[in-house]
């Protein structure tokens, strides 16, 4: 199990896949299961409910997205990365609602090169494990059919082909390819270079989790944000 700092070293090492293949397929249509094994569906429809099996996610907003969790209470995210199901901050997206006070802090990020969404919470409310160090999730998995199996994410409408998430009892990242307390929605610079492409002396390479390299590369850092707008808190609601 990945400690919680390297598991957000890995989400921003990860990101070299996303930054070569390129942010999205472009709309399409939602279709029932996406994958061989998938234990959810993908055609969701518009009704919410905390039984929903759905694994489509929607990344649109600082106040409107999903993430990944346990669709029951008990297993590590290790354990269940193969089936969990989406937990929204919105109804409308036919998955299940995070309950109010899941999110306690949620920073959304536009740069050239990838969208994110980061923050903190009490996820035990959306059935992730009490002092559960976390895990990372992405739409490649073992077996190349992704983890969640079938898994699908949309930004506003568009089908988004590589994205990478880390989550854990308190703390969340989901970051998509076309900090602190708070609750805001920013534009951002870009890091020096695409998330995965290192130049050295001259020389450029990139790296991916499992390529050999030692010692991995130095995560870059963070674009400056700017043109923050603030908004006083990101929803959930009663749980059905």
Same mark, same amino acid.
């Given at each position: 199990?990945?400690?919680?700092?390297?598991?957000?070293?890995?989400?921003?090492?990860?990101?070299?896949?996303?930054?070569?293949?390129?942010?999205?397929?472009?709309?399409?249509?939602?279709?029932?299961?996406?994958?061989?094994?998938?234990?959810?569906?993908?055609?969701?429809?518009?009704?919410?409910?905390?039984?929903?099996?759905?694994?489509?996610?929607?990344?649109?907003?600082?106040?409107?997205?999903?993430?990944?969790?346990?669709?029951?209470?008990?297993?590590?995210? *290790?354990?269940?990365? @193969?089936?969990? #199901?989406?937990?929204?901050? !919105?109804? +409308?997206? /036919?998955?299940?609602?995070? &309950?109010?006070?899941?999110?306690?802090?949620?920073?959304?990020?536009?740069?050239?090169?990838?969208?994110?969404?980061?923050?903190?919470?009490?996820?035990?409310?959306?059935?992730?494990?009490?002092?559960?160090?976390?895990?990372?999730?992405?739409?490649?998995?073992?077996?190349?059919?992704?983890?969640?199996?079938?898994?699908?994410?949309?930004?506003?409408?568009?089908?988004?082909?590589?994205?990478?998430?880390?989550?854990?009892?308190?703390?969340?990242?989901?970051?998509?390819?076309?900090?602190?307390?708070?609750?805001?929605?920013?534009?951002?610079?870009?890091?020096?270079?695409?998330? *995965?492409?290192?130049? @050295?002396?001259? #020389?450029?390479?990139?790296? !991916?989790? +499992?390529? /050999?390299?030692?010692?991995? &590369?130095?995560?870059?850092?963070?674009?400056?944000?700017?043109?923050?707008?603030?908004?006083?808190?990101?929803?959930?609601?009663?749980?059905?």
């Amino acid at each position: 199990m990945l400690s919680r700092s390297s598991a957000f070293a890995l989400v921003a090492l990860s990101l070299s896949t996303l930054a070569n293949a390129g942010a999205a397929r472009g709309s399409e249509k939602r279709t029932s299961t996406s994958q061989p094994g998938q234990q959810g569906y993908n055609d969701c429809g518009t009704t919410n409910s905390q039984t929903s099996e759905c694994q489509t996610a929607v990344v649109n907003s600082v106040t409107d997205f999903c993430l990944w969790a346990p669709p029951t209470y008990g297993p590590t995210i *290790g354990d269940s990365e @193969e089936y969990e #199901v989406a937990w929204c901050t !919105q109804d +409308g997206h /036919g998955t299940r609602t995070m &309950p109010a006070g899941t999110i306690q802090s949620a920073h959304y990020l536009v740069t050239p090169h990838y969208t994110q969404v980061t923050g903190t919470g009490d996820f035990t409310k959306i059935n992730i494990l009490a002092g559960d160090s976390g895990g990372e999730l992405d739409p490649h998995g073992a077996d190349g059919n992704g983890n969640p199996i079938g898994a699908l994410v949309y930004n506003n409408g568009v089908a988004i082909q590589e994205w990478t998430s880390f989550i854990s009892d308190t703390e969340f990242c989901l970051a998509l390819v076309p900090d602190g307390s708070g609750f805001d929605q920013c534009e951002g610079d870009s890091t020096e270079y695409p998330p *995965g492409i290192y130049v @050295e002396n001259g #020389v450029t390479s990139t790296y !991916q989790q +499992g390529d /050999g390299s030692n010692p991995a &590369p130095t995560a870059h850092a963070a674009g400056a944000s700017s043109n923050c707008q603030a908004v006083a808190t990101v929803g959930g609601g009663v749980a059905m």
